[in-house]
């Protein structure tokens, strides 16, 4: 398998939750195939969700297999009205992504959680220097990897991944208000730290 | 789970002012494919901890042919898993986990044991008869009586059956 039916820019739509009961299902019975068609589903959404939220791809791979052995183990217990299994899965990542970032943190005797460390000032030599990428892609990841951990997560889940603010209330177990505002001040920083390179990156055109 | 609209930006005046919509549409159409390596992690790890039960259980046998035979890899259902080789990054704890693969020899020795058990405490008793069991077969039966019928070439042509005409020497000494 490789990728995602999903055409290039099209809003991501999360997997039909009863399909994914039955398939899940489906496995815990033993049905091989099942499996197949669950990594089929959710495994690229898992592994870029992870990808964005540590902006390394072996760490991204290692978190996305160890979510969906977490979804191997749950299958025989899974209850199809408890929660969906997309929303599980995003729920399991970002509380993996946490976990890495944590620690790779503490590794380097960095601040204990990113809402706590001071927002960079927009105009930081070092912090536009990160920006300077060959793409939109690359700039829009580097300012995001600046963000503090929970606004990226909810800017994330919120405009690349495509779910919506209950959604993400949910993943992040906090309130639609509180991800209300975590996706507003994240999406300023974004568009404060990106605004130099704006006409460099040429997305000024695409305004409407 | 209904709202699925990820251009709106909560919090926010008209979509695209701040210009970020069409980067986010650009990195969303850049959705990292998962590689054929990690796929093959991610079933392998699947396949260790699927619940051996439903199709993949094995149907019950026999004593005799538990005894026999173990059970063999032999006529698997449609869509059970195929046999892998062991995953590219064994996890910790995992192998086996939840398995339940071969005989396990407590389902069936302790029943083949008792089984042997109770032929041999039969054969005992038939052959060397504790004195209480004697006295209580004497007791319902009567006294053992010994019969000596002779050769059957001496026996009266005539004879019906009746014990009334036996000859004297096939009656116990008294």
């Known amino acids: 398998m490789h990728g995602t039916d999903i055409p290039p820019g099209a809003p991501l739509r999360a997997p039909d939750g009863a399909q994914d009961a039955a398939l899940l299902a489906a496995y815990a019975g033993g049905d091989g195939r099942a499996a197949r068609a669950l990594v089929a ?21 290692d978190v996305a297999q160890e979510a969906m052995l977490r979804l191997w183990r749950i299958a025989p217990q899974w209850r199809a009205e408890q929660a969906r299994v997309s929303t599980w899965l995003y729920r399991v990542t970002v509380n993996l992504c946490t976990d890495r970032l944590r620690r790779r943190r503490t590794a380097v005797g960095g601040a204990a959680t990113g809402e706590a460390l001071p927002e960079p000032a ?41 779910l919506s603010n209950p959604e993400i209330a949910e993943v992040m177990d906090t309130g639609v208000e509180a991800v209300e505002s975590l996706i507003a001040r994240g999406r300023r920083m974004l568009a404060a730290r990106l605004a130099p390179r704006r006409e460099d990156l040429g997305y000024d055109d695409d305004r409407p | 789970m209904t709202d699925r609209e990820p251009t709106a930006a909560p919090g926010q005046g008209p979509q695209g002012d701040d210009g970020l919509d069409a980067l986010f549409a650009a990195a969303r159409a850049q959705t990292p494919a998962p590689s054929a390596a990690l796929v093959e992690r991610v079933l392998a790890d699947a396949a260790a901890t699927v619940p051996r039960r439903g199709p993949l259980a094995r149907p019950r046998s026999g004593l005799w042919s538990g005894l026999l035979r173990r059970p063999a890899e032999g006529s698997r259902p449609a869509g059970a898993w195929p046999l892998r080789p062991a995953p590219l ?73 009746d014990p009334a005409d036996w000859p004297a020497d096939w009656l116990p000494a008294e």
């Open chain 1, 122 to 162: 927009d105009e930081r030599p070092g912090a536009l220097a990160t920006l300077i990428a060959s793409d939109r892609v690359a700039a829009l990841e580097a300012a995001l990897a600046l963000l503090p951990e929970r606004q990226r997560q909810a800017v994330v889940l919120r405009h690349l991944e495509g």
């Open chain 2, 89 to 161: 990054r064994p996890r910790e704890g995992r192998a086996g986990e939840g398995r339940r693969t071969g005989t396990r020899p407590g389902a069936v020795w302790p029943g083949a044991a008792g089984l042997a058990a109770a032929l041999v405490a039969g054969l005992w008793v038939g052959a060397m008869p504790p004195a209480p069991l004697l006295a209580l077969e004497e007791a319902l039966l009567g006294p053992s009586v010994l019969l000596a019928a002779g050769d059957p070439a001496d026996w009266p042509s005539d004879w019906t059956g």
């Open chain 1, 41 to 61: 589903r959710h495994l690229p959404r898992v592994l870029g969700l992870a990808r964005r939220l540590l902006g390394d791809a072996a760490e991204a791979e």
